[in-house]
């Protein structure tokens, strides 16, 4: 009997970590591009440049951060001052190839940062093209 048990409680952990290991070819959560492209979108559009910084190539880190190094405590009372965040939406995917796409954003209330020393304007629509690349399985923004 209570080997039957060992057995019994040793199988059931085997499968629960087998069921928790990331298996390459298996498409985790918010891995898609239209998934990863509104993550960024929403991240990027509301000044959220920590989470931004994870969602663009190694070569775009730098961008992002001289942007987020632009932006002063002014800006930061101004954007929230406005109750809003923007709201963004993805308004269409051009596939390049397999690993590149032009993803087409569609951006409402948006406060854009203007030149150093400017406050922020509320934009009320904006549209935008991003390009992103397919990178160790990741679908990137390509900000350079």
């Known amino acids: 009997m209570k080997k039957r048990v060992f057995f019994y409680v040793g199988l059931l ?7 928790g290991c990331d298996h390459p070819s298996s498409a ?34 730098n961008r992002v951060k001289m942007v987020a190094s632009n932006v002063t405590q002014e800006d930061l ?16 995917i051009q596939m390049e190839d397999d ?3 032009i ?16 406050p922020p304007v509320l934009v009320e629509n904006l549209q935008q093209e991003v390009r992103f690349v397919r990178r160790a399985g990741k679908w990137l923004a390509d900000l350079i």
């Open 13 to 19: 952990l085997f499968a629960g970590a087998v069921a």
């Open 103 to 118: 993803v087409r954003f569609d951006v409402d209330e948006y406060m854009s940062p203007k030149h150093f020393g400017e």
């Open 28 to 61: 985790k959560a918010g891995e898609s591009l239209e998934e990863r492209a509104e993550a960024f979108g929403d991240a990027w559009y509301n000044w959220h440049y920590a989470d931004v910084v994870k969602l663009v190539t190694p070569e775009s880190v």
């Open 77 to 92: 009372d101004a954007l929230n001052d406005y109750d809003d965040d923007a709201d963004v939406s993805i308004d269409g």
């Open 99 to 101: 690993t590149v796409a």
